[in-house]
């Protein structure tokens, strides 16, 4: 059973075009997070979630927009993509909001042409 | 600013060899430190927490030890299936972690 998967595993879209990347955890955690990890192989934080509500909102531009239903899924939308945000994004979840450790998903590798 | 450090960038070590990673960590009001391993083309995967200065954990080859500036994953008598990217993460407020660019190792038979 996987922990938390994230769907597409590789995307490969133009310059301009909107796409959205999904995440779902079975673990009962109530904290989700999207991380992007650049060719530098640096994670780092752009959304956080804890039941439903966003709480962490890093300097990212507001072409990229998360999406809560519910606390088992959090979902990513980019509009407007453009060539810089090519990158490997990952989804990960935690028990709680402080000190438990992060579960990640195995990551889309998003490429923009 | 939070920031994380990792030397050295990449290691090479025979099977057997044994070494230590290090991250040195600039954070104000050190919650946790983490430590997780990435297999290429995967997430990464949680290895330890350590709250405090002095603080050790450790699991099978692997042990990891926290000073107040830094933290050292040890890995004794290394086998191939080691060979993996290790992340050092700090916490500080809240629940972003700061992750350092990470160390290559590559373990050879």
């Known amino acids: 059973d996987t922990a938390v998967s994230q769907t597409p595993k590789y995307l490969v879209t133009q310059m301009g075009n909107d796409k959205s990347i999904k995440c779902e955890q079975n673990?009962?955690?109530?904290?989700m997070y999207w991380y992007k990890q650049d060719s530098k192989k640096f994670l780092k934080i752009m959304f956080s979630?804890?039941?439903?509500?966003?709480?962490i909102n890093e300097t990212v531009p507001n072409r990229f927009s998360p999406k809560s239903p519910d606390k088992a899924h959090l979902n990513l939308h980019i509009n407007s993509l453009e060539l810089g945000d090519s990158a490997v994004y990952f989804c990960?979840?935690?028990?709680?909001?402080?000190?438990?450790?992060?579960?990640f998903g195995n990551g889309t590798r998003l490429t923009v042409t | 600013e939070d920031q994380v450090t990792q030397s050295p960038e990449a290691l090479r070590l025979q099977e057997g060899e044994s070494s230590s990673l290090n991250c040195s960590y600039t954070?104000?009001?050190?919650?946790?430190l983490f430590w997780y391993r990435q297999d290429p083309g995967k997430g990464p995967e949680f290895l330890f927490t350590?709250?405090?200065a002095g603080e050790e954990k450790e699991k099978e080859r692997l042990k990891a030890t926290l000073t107040k500036k830094e933290s050292f994953l040890h890995i004794t008598a290394p086998k191939p299936e080691d060979s993996a990217t290790y992340l050092c993460?700090?916490?500080?407020?809240?629940?972003?972690?700061?992750f350092g660019a990470g160390t290559i190792l590559r373990v050879k038979s």
């Open positions: 990960a979840s935690s028990r709680d909001r402080e000190y438990s450790p992060l579960h």
């Open positions: 673990l009962g955690h109530d904290t």
């Open positions: 979630y804890n039941n439903k509500e966003l709480i």
């Open positions: 954070v104000s009001g050190l919650r946790g």
């Open positions: 350590l709250y405090s």
């Open positions: 993460a700090v916490q500080a407020g809240g629940n972003k972690l700061v």
